[in-house]
């Protein structure tokens, strides 16, 4: 039985550390300074995030520091991290 349980946190263990990608271990949020989204118009728009949150599919919520609430596909959207 304790065999069992070994190999069981192992295997866990292996998967968290293989799927953190862009996370860091126990992180579960991105924080982002900027996005850049591109409008159905065709206009590219910087805006400088406040908070945001993605939902299933592809559709990301911006809410950006002038106020403004942005409901974008994310295939349209790129975040950006300054550096600190």
Do not use: H
Not at 44 to 64: A, F, H, L, P, S
């Amino acid at each position: 039985m304790k065999k069992l349980i070994i190999i069981v946190l192992l295997v866990a263990l292996v998967l968290i550390i293989a799927g953190c990608g862009n996370k860091r271990i126990l992180d579960f949020e991105y924080v982002f300074d900027y996005a850049i989204v591109r409008m159905p118009d065709g206009e590219v728009v910087t805006i400088e995030i406040d908070k945001w949150t993605d939902y299933e599919g592809e559709q990301v919520q911006i809410w950006g520091k002038d106020g403004r609430i942005y409901l974008v596909s994310s295939i349209n959207t790129v975040f950006i991290k300054e550096p600190r």
